[in-house]
């Protein structure tokens, strides 16, 4: 299947696996391009811009493939290193960057000269025509039902999408609830160029993380995810647990005077404990309402090839007969 986002970042498959944090390692990323997609790892899980490039040497050690690094851009009284970082990916040759977080036009000329093709992550129009407009090659439109931070606007994908593809001239991709090729296709017909997926690439066999999280996956149902931050308008969806049961009580509790200090011990360095020891209960992680399409835990290239096979079923058998 060819697009415009298959065109720009030379795949097989119009799939994308988002940045996740502890999940978007070097395996996440080989796996899902080794399987036609583009694998992305997660630039901010490495702790330097040096862990950084050797996590991309040792992607490439594992495909030769096309994939890219996710650089989320935080505010925060001692930001990262971004200049190492954006560094660190121009120096080993990375010709995709996925950009979340606050706007990234102060790193897109030292990442265009250097043939760099970015999609950043908006969950809103507005977001997604000020990422055309400093001149980002792709959006990746992210609806309130993804896991993760949906913004603010509460917008829906089924709204969301259409509303991009009436505004946007740039490709863009859906983001957010998305787990098979029914979803696929609905994307295509709604205006899109492919997909972004982040929780449904956690529940594959490749996945870097501990087995109890890949089953509380397939265990949830779509009613299963909270929102928490709001009050901070942070706001993040997660999977329900004891953590974000105990946080939630600390917003309804405290109210607008909540800070987030407050909520530090539910949300604060909690992913190794969550991702990499399986303690399901350490903190709030992040999850989007698709948990409950996901009954299994394929190969990425099993769910790939999955997810292309039932659309093009679709597409053949199901929308050209309703043309007939």
């Known amino acids: 299947m060819k697009t415009r986002i298959t065109d720009l970042?030379?795949?097989?498959?119009?799939?994308?696996?988002?940045?996740?944090h502890f999940v978007g390692l070097a395996e996440m990323a080989a796996a899902v391009s080794n399987a036609g997609g583009l694998g992305i790892i997660t630039g901010l899980t490495q702790r330097t811009p040096e862990a950084l490039a050797k996590e991309i040497a040792r992607c490439r050690d594992m495909t030769d493939?096309?994939?890219g690094v996710n650089l989320t851009f935080l505010p925060s009284v001692t930001p990262p290193d971004y200049p190492g970082y954006v560094k660190a990916i121009i120096d080993s040759g990375v010709k995709a960057v996925e950009t979340a977080g606050n706007n990234p036009q102060k790193w897109l000329p030292a990442l265009k000269d250097a043939g760099i093709k970015v999609i950043h992550?908006?969950?809103s129009v507005r977001h997604s025509l000020k990422a055309e407009a400093i001149g980002c090659d792709a959006v990746s439109v992210d609806g309130f039902e993804c896991g993760g931070h949906p913004g603010e606007d509460d917008v829906p994908n089924f709204v969301l999408l259409p509303r991009a593809a009436e505004e946007l001239k740039i490709p863009f991709v859906a983001s957010g609830g998305v787990a098979n090729g029914r979803q696929l296709v609905a994307a295509l017909a709604l205006g899109a160029d492919g997909i972004n997926m982040g929780t449904r690439f956690i529940a594959t066999q490749e996945a870097p993380v501990h087995q109890n999280v890949k089953n509380a996956i397939v265990a949830a149902s779509e009613l299963?995810?909270?929102?928490?931050?709001?009050?901070?308008?942070?706001?993040?969806?997660v999977l329900a647990n004891a953590a974000v049961?105990?946080?939630?009580?600390?917003?309804?509790d405290l109210g607008p005077n909540?800070?987030?200090e407050d909520i530090i011990g539910e949300v604060a360095g909690v992913y190794p404990?969550?991702?990499q020891e399986g303690d399901m209960d350490a903190?709030?992680?992040?999850?989007?309402?698709?948990?409950?399409?996901?009954?299994?835990?394929?190969?990425?290239?099993?769910?790939?090839?999955?997810?292309?096979?039932e659309a093009h079923d679709i597409i053949r058998n199901r929308l050209d007969r309703l043309d007939a």
Not at 11 to 18: N, Y
Not at 224 to 237: A, C, G, S, Y
């Open 9 to 20: 970042f030379g795949i097989q498959h119009p799939i994308l696996q988002g940045g996740m």
């Open 65 to 67: 493939k096309p994939f």
């Open 121 to 123: 992550k908006c969950t």
């Open 224 to 237: 299963d995810t909270r929102l928490v931050m709001r009050p901070l308008r942070n706001t993040e969806r």
């Open 245 to 252: 049961d105990r946080l939630l009580q600390k917003e309804r």
């Open 258 to 260: 909540m800070k987030f």
């Open 273 to 275: 404990r969550i991702m």
């Open 283 to 309: 903190g709030a992680w992040s999850c989007g309402m698709v948990a409950g399409l996901i009954h299994d835990i394929p190969t990425c290239k099993e769910l790939i090839d999955g997810i292309m096979a």
